[in-house]
Antibody
Framework: QITLKESGPTLVKPTQTLTLTCTFS??????????VDWIRQPPGKALEWLAV???????RFSPSLKSRLSITKDTSKNQVLLTMTNMDPVDTATYYC???????????WGQGTLVTVSS | DIVMTQSPDSLAVSLGERATINCKSS????????????LAWFQQKPGQPPKLLIY???TRDSGVPDRFSGSGSETDFTLTISSLQAEDVAVYYC?????????FGQGTKVEI
């Protein structure tokens, strides 16, 4: 059974750095072709892809957010960390992590975690 | 970036009737090397994460009812719900994974 779960702060202040953790089970990030993506969704709005880290440590980012994002993996712990700097109220959203089984497609999603940016 | 545009933004369909959602990409998402369209459809119900329905434009994911079908190629795609059930009320998103950044449509809300 494949599961993913996001964790991290629910409230951050403007200009702070957000760090989210995706803890997964049922698959390995050492398997060729596999990746873990981060996607966010502001309240009532559409989905926005943020970043992916692949089995071979290849990383790709949304060009509009690239300067603010970093992504790392701990294969032994089955975790992926996303860091976003200089948070702003417009970054208020539910943040999801999801599995990519190959060819950059996405299948399984975590339940998401709502992050509110407010002073 | 590849822009994904869905139509309509919302639609109301009677129970048992057909629902059709269109998705247009700003460039082809068909890889000629494997003849696959890098296009997926997701269903999102309120308070839930998106659920994969269709990948490679027309392949139903495991456990997805056969009333859901996907079609199309290159830049024009369709998700069809052949006989709408109450549990199909949701927002539906198309998504391309042809290249980075991955992009989603704006969503189509399906109501009864």
């Amino acid at each position: 059974q494949i599961t993913l779960k996001e964790s991290g702060p629910t409230l951050v202040k403007p200009t702070q750095t957000l760090t989210l953790t995706c803890t997964f089970s049922g698959f390995s990030l050492s398997t060729s072709g596999v990746g873990v993506d981060w996607i966010r969704q502001p309240p009532g709005k559409a989905l926005e892809w943020l970043a992916v880290i692949s089995w071979n440590d290849e990383k790709r980012f949304s060009p509009s957010l690239k300067s603010r994002l970093s992504i790392t993996k701990d294969t032994s712990k089955n975790q992926v960390l996303l860091t976003m700097t200089n948070m702003d109220p417009v970054d208020t959203a539910t943040y999801y992590c999801a599995r990519s089984p190959g060819y950059s497609r996405i299948d399984y999603w975590g339940q998401g975690t709502l992050v509110t940016v407010s002073s | 970036d590849i822009v994904m545009t869905q139509s309509p933004d919302s639609l109301a369909v009677s129970l048992g009737e057909r629902a059709t959602i269109n998705c247009k990409s700003s460039q082809s998402v068909l890889y000629s090397s494997n003849n696959k369209n890098y296009l997926a459809w997701f269903q999102q119900k309120p308070g839930q994460p998106p659920k994969l329905l269709i990948y490679w434009a027309s392949t139903r994911d495991s456990g997805v009812p056969d009333r859901f079908s996907g079609s199309g190629s290159e830049t024009d795609f369709t998700l069809t719900i052949s006989s709408l059930q109450a549990e199909d009320v949701a927002v539906y998103y198309c998504q391309q994974h042809y290249n980075f950044p991955l992009t989603f449509g704006q969503g189509t809300k399906v109501e009864i």
